[in-house]
């Protein structure tokens, strides 16, 4: 697994931005656009639009990518009159999917529903392999407009072939506040969870657990880094391993102006520390990558797909 690929949204106020894009990388630093910065994947069903991407292997073999079904570009002054709380209890309660074996051939577009009428919006859809019961869990954020309507939790869906799909549970909340945009990776016999809260703290927060859906623990180290940082401009960690063995979060950075916004690295040297170091210095983006997720590929399949999409 010598190279990365980032899939992606930008940050545009026409629906081309609300797409799929694929950026890829060598080293988890330097990034370059493919196919010259278009869509690889069009949104035709919904809301024509997706963001807050995960792409995912299987252990099976193949690759799956979920989305946000949702196109601010198309409907945020008209559907949702310009209002944030209209996107989130009233936006789509479906996720985009599409499947892939070779990650150049896709396959059509499909909407799946994981939840109820009860819930609002369902935000950025994560997955990772439960590593104790040989499924894959499915977790995201959203209102539940009937047990909570004041604030956003992390729910989560269990699945083995990513077609049928367990009832919702809630896997964590916090009270007085919503959370959001949670992350989760498993190493050395532990989950480490990244969340970003909305207040008290104001930022993104590290915990971990030696099981998935159990007891987390806080990681002080990460808050002591994250608040040297302007507090409640980050969202959307994304987490992966460097071949160096260090660890990589990347933190999308939001508050700025449109075509400053993107991911910011924070490395370290060792992931059970919980410690987070900024590292621009250390990284380049073609534009600004939003709201996506990074996952380790092979030298072949990063020149599978360089040549693929010239």
């Not at 930022?203 to 159990?214: A, C, D, P, Q, V």
């Not at 180290?221 to 391993?241: N, R, S």
């Amino acid at each position: 697994m010598g190279a990365y690929l980032f899939v992606h949204f930008r940050e545009k106020t026409t629906p081309d931005g609300e797409q799929v894009y694929f950026g890829l990388s060598k080293d988890g630093f330097n990034w370059e656009e493919v196919n010259g910065g278009k869509p690889i994947l069009t949104s035709t069903l919904g809301e024509c639009g997706v963001r807050d991407h995960v792409i995912f292997r299987k252990k099976e073999g193949g690759f799956i990518i979920l989305a946000t079904d949702l196109s601010l570009a198309n409907n945020f002054a008209t559907r949702y009159h310009s209002d944030w709380k209209e996107v989130n209890h009233n936006g789509s309660p479906y996720l985009s999917k599409w499947e892939s074996e070779d990650l150049v051939h896709w396959s059509e577009q499909e909407l799946i529903k994981l939840v109820d009428d009860s819930f609002g919006c369902v935000w950025a859809p994560e997955i990772i392999a439960d590593e104790e019961n040989g499924d894959y869990m499915v977790h995201w954020s959203s209102f539940n407009n009937v047990n909570d309507p004041d604030f956003t939790a992390i729910y989560y869906s269990k699945t083995k072939d990513f077609k049928t799909f367990s009832e919702p549970q809630i896997l964590c909340s916090k009270k007085d506040t919503g959370i959001i945009d949670s992350n989760i990776v498993y190493a050395d016999g532990y989950y480490y969870r990244f969340i970003k809260s909305d207040f008290e703290p104001n930022h993104i927060m590290l915990h971990r657990s030696t099981s998935l859906i159990g007891e987390y623990e806080r990681m002080p180290a990460f808050d002591e880094e994250i608040e040297k940082e302007e507090l409640g401009q980050f969202e959307a960690p994304t987490c992966f391993k460097l071949s160096d063995g260090r660890w990589c979060v990347m933190l999308d950075y939001y508050g700025c102006d449109k075509d400053k916004q993107g991911y910011v690295p924070f490395v370290a040297e060792d992931i059970s520390t919980g410690r987070f170091v900024r590292s621009d210095s250390e990284f380049s983006f073609p534009y600004g990558f939003k709201h996506g997720t990074v996952m380790s590929i092979t030298d072949e399949e990063y020149e599978r797909i360089k040549r693929a999409f010239k």
